[in-house]
């Protein structure tokens, strides 16, 4: 569309403006309508190709020809170059450059048809002239909108690069959630098997059967115990929702302990996310007490208040012989990352007074 009105004011300057020649005043006129029209077509040009200053020069050429080109021709549409001239100049210049450039041309074009230079005086009345000025207000409204779509456009773009950025940050976060999954159920349970198993490898050539047979009785148990575990974890990883309170206490009746679940509050059901991750934390937990505190009491608190929701899992020094030994520390790290997931805090360390001096505490605290 745009080049179409270009051509066409082209067009009818060229078939209406005279006198049109290869001489004299003619020829000025063919100058100026061929000055004009290279100022009209250079609209066309990107703006990232032409340096501001040069727009600058280029416009106020265009503007000067056209006011020239009212003047020198008798008759015709020459100022239509003056009024789409001055519309791009709105479009294409900042604010007071395209408002200073629009009213000299307002100026120039109402100049020479108020003091009639020129033959063409008598065709147009001179207010003509200051309206040229006017187009300048559409190129201004017409650079607005061009600006707020380019916002738009660039904020889509934005909001795109940060879905993406969301959208991988997502499955690192899921990846870690999955690696912490599989180390709780997997770590110490593999660690304790494989060393019954040295275990009873070594008690062998003693020919102490007694003892081969309880290490292998042992491995045996924590193979099953890590069965139910796994149940657990993958259970966890396909549900969306699981009810905080009914899933713990099954957990813990599964791991062979009873009435050892205290509650106290108001009970709600948390978000998915923080139940998911209470958990993970409780069943690593119960996992480390059965590991390393053999025998011990170990007891489960869950308070629930208006301000936050706390997990504290104890348990008593170990009375069943020595537990699986020194774990990764991974449990702890894996803990300690659920925890600040869920903006909230945990703190793990020795019992030193009370009953159970000497065991082990574990307690998550994440806000309501």
Known sequence: MQWAVTLA???AAVLTVRPLGLSGRGLAVAALIAVSSLALLARHLPESR????????????GVVAAAALIGAGRSGSG???AYFLVGHIGYRLPLRQAL?????????????????LGPGHEQLAWTLGPTVAVPVVAGILGRSRQRAVEAMLSSAESAERAARAEAR?????????????VHDVLAHSLAGINMQLELADALIDTGDLAKVREANSKAHSMVKESLK?????VHALREDALPLLDTLTAMIESSGRRDALTVTGTVRELPARATQNLLRIAQEALTNATRHAPGAHTGVELTFDDASTTLRIRNGPPTGGAGAGAGSGMGLIGMRERVALLGGTMTAGLVTEGPDRGG????????A
Not at 169 to 181: C, F, K, Q, Y
Request: proline residues 5%; contains cysteine.
């Open 79 to 81: 100022y239509l170059f």
């Open 229 to 233: 575990q796994a149940q657990w974890t």
């Open 9 to 11: 004011v082209i067009v």
């Open 169 to 181: 940050t997502s499955v690192l976060t899921e990846r870690a959630r999955i690696a912490r999954d």
């Open 50 to 61: 032409v340096p501001p200053r040069v727009a600058l020069v280029w416009l106020t050429l």
């Open 360 to 367: 082990w505490q574990v307690e998550a605290v994440i806000p």
């Open 100 to 116: 200073s450039l629009a009213a000299l041309a307002g100026l120039l074009c109402g100049g020479v048809l108020y003091f009639r």
